[in-house]
């Protein structure tokens, strides 16, 4: 709770890149822009982790996530919410990486609602049967759904709950 509730207010004070991370996301059709480049780093480096672990690839998945924990390590405010990146990409099992998503994605879906988007809409989607049946939300830059918590297995389990615009 404490790295959603610092993580998640973007006022504060920040710290500037300066390293450029290029990111892809062959899933991401549509343009997001933010006002904020870090903010905008932060955000195509979660959906490149949250495409890779759709994917199913372990491996991917962790390279993905030391990005996003370099990006988030940047931003003032979000250092706790690295720590679970870094938890992603020290995990041994997708399994284990997946479970650490959901805590990482609470977090940043509280850090984007305050965000100023400049264009697209950000979608907020949510698994009822992820984690135990305890559910699981991600951010998407698509309405349609592709879910990260399982994959192939129920690759269009899940339904949009919000938008962010």
């Known amino acids: 709770m404490l790295a959603m509730a610092s993580c998640g207010n973007p006022t504060q004070e920040n710290a500037k890149v300066t390293d450029s991370v290029a990111v892809s996301s062959p899933l991401t059709t549509q343009t997001i822009s933010l006002k904020d480049p870090e903010i905008q780093a932060i955000y195509e480096s979660y959906i490149v982790l949250k495409d890779i672990l759709v994917k199913g690839d372990e491996q991917g998945a962790g390279d993905a996530a030391k990005v996003l924990s370099a990006n988030l390590s ?8 690295a720590l679970i990146a870094d938890k992603i990409n020290a995990a041994k099992t997708l399994k284990d990486q997946r479970k650490e998503f959901t805590y990482l994605s609470s ?17 907020v989607q949510h698994c009822p049967m992820a984690n135990n049946g305890d559910g699981g939300d991600w951010l998407s830059s698509n309405k349609e759904i592709r879910n990260p918590y399982y994959g192939d297995e129920m690759l269009d389990c899940g339904a949009v709950i919000e938008e962010i615009n």
Do not use: S
């Open 74 to 81: 940047r931003y003032k405010g979000c250092e706790n919410t």
């Open 107 to 123: 977090d940043v879906i509280a850090l984007f609602k305050h965000a100023d988007l400049k264009e697209g809409t950000i979608y």
